[in-house]
T-cell receptor
Framework: EAQVTQNPRYLITVTGKKLTVTCSQN?????MSWYRQDPGLGLRQIYY???????DKGDVPEGYKVSRKEKRNFPLILESPSPNQTSLYFC??????????????FGPGTRLTVL | TQLLEQSPQFLSIQEGENLTVYCNSS?????LQWYRQEPGEGPVLLVT?????EVKKLKRLTFQFGDARKDSSLHITAAQPGDTGLYLC?????????????FGAGTRLAVHP
């Protein structure tokens, strides 16, 4: 089954404790992206990757890091989480640029709470 | 201020009613997508429109892209409880060196039996 998986689905942590949210897709997609979703603000892009070893900042990259060592995986790293990073996070993938009308497939989301 | 404004923010209706939700901007988009998101899940693509004035139908859902490609609407006929969810529009726009997708904040629809 074609899908995007994220782990963990739920995470409660404390300020400053490094964490990684994993994302994996099995569709051989070139483009992958991380979004955060907050009430009233919709989905905002954190980072994106157009291919292996090619990553770039989205609209809200502060406090986050990513890597793309393999085509299928795109982990999101929070080196020193803060309470303002409490949010619902989505990983997504598409064959090519979603802004050109390509379908973007989303993972089920990771709900992160930083105390 | 959102680049893409969706209205209404919330909509609560009875089964069988018709409804329209709107997605408006002052910017031109190369494409416009509509997604539906259910609780505990990620958004799922419903439709992509790319041509000004384009109309697409998906069963009881009708999507329209404005002539100037700045706005879009989603009309649902005879709404059913299964239509309940968060409806997101997303526009493709060239920014920062590539064609990116910008999301609206969404319209939360509740259809009651």
């Amino acid at each position: 089954e074609a899908q995007v998986t994220q782990n963990p689905r739920y995470l409660i942590t404390v300020t400053g404790k490094k964490l990684t949210v994993t994302c994996s897709q099995n569709m051989n997609h070139e483009y992958m992206s991380w979004y955060r979703q907050d009430p009233g603000l919709g989905l905002r892009q954190i980072y994106y990757s157009m291919n292996v070893e090619v990553t770039d900042k989205g609209d809200v990259p502060e406090g986050y890091k990513v890597s793309r060592k393999e085509k299928r995986n795109f982990p999101l790293i929070l080196e020193s989480p803060s309470p303002n990073q409490t949010s619902l996070y989505f990983c997504a993938s598409s064959l090519s640029l979603p802004g050109q009308g390509n379908e973007q497939f989303f993972g089920p989301g990771t709900r992160l709470t930083v105390l | 201020t959102q680049l893409l404004e969706q209205s209404p923010q919330f909509l609560s209706i009875q089964e069988g009613e018709n409804l329209t939700v709107y997605c408006n901007s002052s910017s031109v988009f190369s494409s416009l997508q509509w997604y539906r998101q259910e609780p505990g899940e990620g958004p799922v693509l419903l439709v992509t429109v790319v041509t000004g004035g384009e109309v697409k139908k998906l069963k009881r859902l009708t999507f329209q892209f404005g002539d100037a490609r700045k706005d879009s609407s989603l009309h649902i006929t005879a709404a059913q409880p299964g239509d309940t969810g968060l409806y997101l529009c997303a526009g493709g726009r060239f920014s920062g060196g590539y064609n990116k997708l910008i999301f609206g904040a969404g319209t939360r629809l509740a259809v009651h039996p």
